[in-house]
């Protein structure tokens, strides 16, 4: 079989990393890609917004499948040029994509079908949001409608915060056509996790649960960013919750999709919140969670490429998933999620033993060597008998390599730990 993968962050080079393992694959491309996956994937010169020259590529090397990485491309349509060409491709029509592209269309759908999520009003006039936003407790969620690149979300402590938030969106128009509607949603409470599957119509593949950290420094302090880093499994969450979430949340989408003449085809990712009162939807995605995928696919000993045709063939692939944990570190550039300063040369890493993966993201090529080209630059994981061990190994790592140009993390997972320990009164858990 001959793919393409559609993207050029880590999210797809891990995707590129795994479909390449798979048996059933001859080729890999991966349009545009970036430098720092030419081991795994060929690059080739076609960016995401090119429907035309991506369409292209794919009849003149007879493609058997396309995987579509971000969600722009899926909300402009890709996946529906590809398929009127008889390409078979992994990702949702921009119909469905509309769950990830329109909060305001997802929160509507929640509401008509009983799917549990946060309470909330939309609103598109700046006095009118201000006077809701007055009556309304702190903290407070303000979301941007549209696709923000995961910068749209802004949890508000106190009113300050939250009415330059909506000044920023509905006035400044920070992020321009995607925020002149904002969403206004009480603010969940307890423990957050990432939730994905392969979805076919009303068929739903779960795969395992992680969790991403969101906010850009230590002890999720800073602003939101689009992910400093996520480890796999979760064992706080524990088993009957996530089939709670299948059945009360993942399923139910699914089929209200199908309802609305929406079918959806791809992984549909679902951030959710276990409260009080059970797990609810924080925001759902249309694609791959990034940096989750970074961290699930090493566990995954199932061949992702034989689950995806299946699933496409609407059949139930069974997921076979490894013991071992996995904790992935984002790398950044200083300034990031704000402006940054590209250009840094990265460090040669030297690989021993072979359980850490450097995943490439916003990175250029120069005669000598790659260097940085965007926010976040690259994810360093490595995988662990048990999670502790997991982190200690990618901390090790990185220490090897910090330069004042960029920054990371130190506390990816530890909240885990942390609760882990005093649950089982020792410095060690045990893995789910």
């Not at 509507?108 to 309470?119: F, H, Q, R, V």
Request: proline share 6%; with cysteine.
């Amino acid at each position: 079989m001959k793919i393409l993968v559609v993207g050029r962050g880590g999210r797809e080079h891990a995707l590129c990393e795994k479909i390449a393992s798979s048996p059933l694959v001859d080729k890999v491309f991966v349009a545009p890609g970036n430098p720092g996956m030419r081991s795994v994937a060929i690059t080739v010169p076609y960016l995401e917004d090119d429907q035309q020259g991506l369409v292209r590529f794919a009849r003149q090397h007879n493609l058997d499948l396309v995987v579509i990485g971000p969600e722009k491309p899926l909300v402009d349509g890709l996946a529906d040029r590809f398929l009127e060409e008889g390409i078979p491709v992994f990702g949702p029509s921009p119909r469905a994509a509309q769950i990830e592209g329109s909060k305001s269309f997802a929160k509507a759908l929640m509401a008509k079908y009983g799917i549990p999520t946060a309470d909330y009003r939309e609103f598109t006039a700046y006095t009118e949001a201000r006077s809701y936003l007055e009556q309304s407790p702190v903290p407070i969620v303000i979301k941007a409608d549209g696709l923000a690149a995961g910068k749209g979300v802004v949890v508000a402590h106190t009113k300050r915060q939250a009415q330059e938030s909506l000044e920023e969106m509905l006035q400044g128009k920070k992020f321009g056509e995607a925020s002149s509607k904002v969403i206004i949603e009480e603010c969940l409470q307890g423990e957050e996790f990432s939730l994905m599957a392969l979805v076919q119509g009303e068929l739903v593949v779960p795969l395992d649960v992680a969790q991403d950290h969101k906010r850009a420094l230590d002890g999720n302090q800073g602003p939101n960013t689009g992910g400093m880093g996520a480890y796999s499994p979760v064992p706080q969450i524990p088993s009957g919750v996530v089939e709670q979430a299948i059945a009360e949340i993942l399923e139910p989408t699914a089929k209200a999709l199908v309802l609305e003449g929406r079918p959806f085809t791809g992984v549909l990712y679902a951030g959710l919140m276990l409260t009080s009162e059970g797990p609810k939807v924080i925001e759902f995605n249309a694609r791959f969670g990034d940096p989750e995928t970074q961290v699930l696919l090493p566990r995954l000993e199932s061949d992702l490429v034989a689950a995806m045709l299946a699933v496409l063939a609407g059949e139930r692939p069974k997921l076979k998933w490894s013991s071992q944990g996995m904790v992935g570190v984002v790398v950044a550039s200083k300034g990031y999620p704000g402006p940054v300063q590209g250009g840094v040369l990265l460090p040669s890493f030297r690989f021993e033993g072979g359980s850490v993966s450097v995943y490439y993201s916003g990175v250029a090529e120069k005669e000598e060597g790659l260097v940085s080209a965007g926010g976040r630059v690259y994810l360093a994981g490595c995988l662990g008998d048990n999670l502790r061990e997991a982190q200690q190994k990618v901390y090790d790592f990185l220490c090897q390599y910090d330069q004042p140009e960029f920054f990371y993390r130190r506390d990816i997972g530890q909240a885990c730990l942390d609760s882990a320990a005093v649950q089982s009164g020792s410095d060690q858990e045990e893995p789910r």
